[in-house]
């Protein structure tokens, strides 16, 4: 933010932070903000006090992307947490619905009630209003997106051991323990997914530890549980998501030895950063993995676009050149089956869909891409150019021509 911003915004040295040592606003030797924002809590109060966020706004946003997401061969999508308008999330959500109402719907939509901090007693009773609202046969609410962390970059992830270049400091999480575990046994006992972002290894296991304790306690049932980015698990966490059945949702366009990863991160993790982002560990362990894109938020590299994301988990290395830098370990690269299914049905089955999308068979909706070329066949470094001829969704065709 720039001097002007936080004077819209009545940010001051007095000004206190939303959530201290975790969305907050960076300041000088004197206690001044210096313009450097972190966080959810922090960045959307700047941003609605400066222009606030308007559904037409988001609207127009929204549908200039439309033909750009079909021409990438996408027919679903898991909203992962909309911003609000004032207080609410259903405004932005409906969208989807008004869109689909005019026949411009081109995909599916799974979306998430977001909990980015306390207050939480009331997150079921929300995410069921909205869910009142917002229901059409394209677009469901049926998730709880928990902020568990925020990133390693801005030590806002909270991690097991302390920072390598911090290390009188682990991060830190919007909520204690008890509030974990409240939010979780709750959302899980109302029978809704959870879908938990944790960027560093402390909320990872924060997150199984509530897991484990919400299925210990409530009935049993067909959970659907997820948990999201997952830069650095530690060797001791990363049996438990196939024993607790919780799916681990990767931004595999995070995959790759850019400069972020291999410089930032090194600082941040010191050795422990040559265990990143371990998808195949999960697997042998018998683990599910989907895959997710983080955009528009992302990282280094921000993409939509399935095909980028297999290609990088393919890899382990940054679209371009072939002889770019492999990120470590080697051996987590996965097979291009596998990236495939991360991408088709690992997560048609984290959204509750894989009975309806996610491969071809008799009885499935005709959901489906036409590429150019065999991906199979060929180099795995032009997985990524290869060309998207046809989208359908519904059997009908939202990119090229049939």
């Given at each position: 933010?720039?001097?002007?911003?936080?004077?819209?915004?009545k940010?001051?040295?007095?000004t206190?932070?939303?959530?201290?040592?975790f969305?907050?606003?960076?300041?000088?030797?004197?206690?001044?903000?210096?313009?450097?924002?972190?966080?959810?809590?922090a960045?959307?109060?700047?941003?609605?006090?400066v222009?606030?966020?308007s559904?037409?706004a988001?609207?127009?946003?929204?549908?200039?992307?439309?033909?750009?997401?079909?021409?990438?061969?996408?027919?679903?999508?898991?909203d992962?947490?909309v911003?609000?308008?004032?207080?609410?999330?259903?405004?932005?959500?409906?969208?989807?619905t008004?869109l689909?109402?005019?026949?411009?719907?081109?995909?599916?939509?799974?979306?998430?009630?977001?909990?980015?901090?306390?207050?939480?007693?009331?997150?079921?009773?929300?995410?069921?209003?909205?869910?009142?609202?917002v229901?059409?046969?394209?677009v469901?609410?049926?998730?709880?997106?928990i902020?568990g962390?925020g990133?390693?970059?801005?030590?806002?992830?909270?991690?097991v051991?302390?920072?390598?270049?911090?290390?009188?400091?682990?991060?830190?999480?919007?909520?204690?323990?008890?509030?974990?575990?409240k939010?979780?046994?709750?959302?899980?006992?109302?029978?809704?997914d959870?879908?938990?972002?944790a960027?560093?290894?402390?909320?990872?296991?924060?997150?199984?530890?509530?897991?484990?304790?919400?299925i210990?306690?409530n009935?049993p049932?067909?959970?659907?549980?997820?948990?999201?980015?997952?830069?650095y698990?530690t060797?001791q966490?990363?049996?438990?998501?196939?024993?607790?059945?919780?799916?681990?949702?990767?931004?595999?366009n995070?995959?790759?030895?850019?400069?972020?990863?291999?410089?930032?991160?090194?600082?941040?993790?010191?050795?422990?950063?040559?265990?990143?982002?371990?998808?195949?560990?999960?697997?042998?362990?018998?683990?599910?993995?989907?895959?997710?894109?983080?955009?528009?938020?992302?990282?280094?590299?921000?993409?939509?676009?399935?095909?980028?994301?297999i290609?990088i988990?393919?890899?382990r290395?940054?679209?371009?050149?072939?002889?770019?830098?492999?990120?470590?370990?080697?051996?987590?690269?996965?097979?291009?089956?596998q990236?495939?299914?991360?991408?088709?049905m690992?997560?048609?089955?984290?959204?509750?869909?894989?009975?309806?999308?996610?491969?071809?068979?008799?009885?499935?909706?005709a959901d489906?891409?036409?590429?150019?070329r065999?991906?199979?066949?060929?180099?795995v470094?032009?997985?990524?150019?290869?060309?998207?001829?046809?989208?359908?969704?519904?059997?009908?065709?939202?990119?090229?021509?049939?």
């Open positions: 933010m720039n001097t002007k911003a936080l004077e819209v915004a940010v001051t040295k007095d206190p932070d939303p959530i201290p040592r969305s907050y606003y960076v300041r000088d030797e004197k206690g001044y903000p210096t313009g450097y924002v972190l966080e959810v809590n960045v959307l109060s700047l941003v609605n006090e222009e606030p966020i559904p037409a988001m609207g127009k946003l929204m549908e200039e992307w439309l033909p750009k997401a079909s021409s990438a061969g996408i027919t679903a999508i898991f992962a947490g911003p609000p308008i004032g207080n609410d999330q259903g405004a932005i959500l409906s969208l989807y008004e689909e109402t005019r026949g411009q719907l081109p995909f599916r939509v799974v979306g998430s009630y977001l909990v980015k901090s306390p207050p939480i007693d009331d997150v079921v009773q929300q995410l069921q209003n909205i869910r009142k609202r229901s059409s046969e394209l469901q609410v049926a998730v709880v997106k902020i962390d990133t390693q970059e801005g030590y806002t992830a909270w991690l051991e302390p920072y390598s270049d911090k290390p009188d400091f682990s991060g830190a999480s919007p909520f204690s323990e008890e509030q974990w575990t939010l979780v046994g709750m959302t899980d006992a109302a029978g809704f959870l879908h938990i972002h960027c560093g290894d402390g909320t990872a296991r924060a997150g199984l530890d509530a897991l484990e304790k919400a210990a306690a009935p049932r067909d959970r659907r549980h997820t948990i999201a980015h997952l830069v698990v060797d966490d990363l049996p438990r998501f196939a024993k607790l059945g919780v799916n681990s949702q990767f931004s595999a995070w995959f790759s030895a850019d400069p972020d990863t291999t410089e930032i991160l090194k600082d941040r993790y010191g050795e422990r950063q040559k265990k990143l982002y371990r998808a195949q560990s999960i697997l042998k362990s018998g683990g599910r993995i989907s895959f997710g894109t983080d955009w528009p938020a992302a990282g280094y590299f921000s993409t939509y676009k399935p095909l980028d994301s290609q988990a393919v890899t290395q940054l679209i371009g050149k072939a002889t770019n830098p492999v990120l470590g370990p080697e051996e987590e690269r996965l097979t291009l089956t990236a495939v299914h991360a991408n088709t690992g997560a048609a089955h984290q959204i509750r869909m894989e009975d309806k999308i996610g491969s071809l068979e008799v009885g499935k909706m489906l891409v036409v590429l150019e065999n991906i199979f066949e060929g180099s470094h032009d997985i990524a150019s290869t060309r998207i001829d046809l989208t359908l969704m519904n059997g009908k065709p939202t990119h090229g021509t049939v």
